[in-house]
């Protein structure tokens, strides 16, 4: 089974920064798009960033300006640079990979998240 594992999440008080990765491990053929999402206790899960295989990024409304998003190919990782941070941007952020396991087969798969928290 593919396996994506977040790390990075912490405490950091507004206007901080942190660097979330999440490396895809197992038996993959190829990745496509990766992106990020969040979700806070009682709401949905909403969209932070996608990111092409060809590096294309899309943005959330809320974080456009403020976070980053890339990935490393070659190491099966996305990142997630994370500026200016507000408290709203406190949340459980996961990470998302369309991965082709074999030819007949593609799926999203979602890490387990990594939390994070905005305060003073």
């Known amino acids: 089974q593919v396996h994506l594992e977040e790390s990075g999440g912490g405490l950091v008080q507004p206007g901080g920064s942190l660097r979330l990765s999440c490396k895809a491990s197992?038996?993959?053929?190829?990745?496509?798009?990766m992106g990020w999402y969040r979700q806070a206790p009682g709401k949905e899960r909403d969209l932070v960033a996608t990111?092409?295989?060809?590096?294309?990024?899309n943005y959330g409304d809320s974080v456009k300006g403020r976070f980053t998003i890339s990935r490393d190919n070659a190491k099966n990782t996305a990142y997630l640079q994370m500026n200016s941070l507000k408290p709203e941007d406190t949340a459980v952020y996961y990470c998302?990979?369309?991965?082709?396991?074999?030819?007949?087969?593609?799926?999203?798969?979602w890490g387990q998240g990594t939390q994070v928290t905005v305060s003073s």
């Open positions: 998302n990979a369309r991965i082709r396991r074999w030819t007949q087969e593609v799926n999203d798969y």
């Open positions: 990111i092409a295989s060809s590096g294309t990024p």
């Open positions: 197992g038996i993959i053929l190829s990745i496509g798009v």
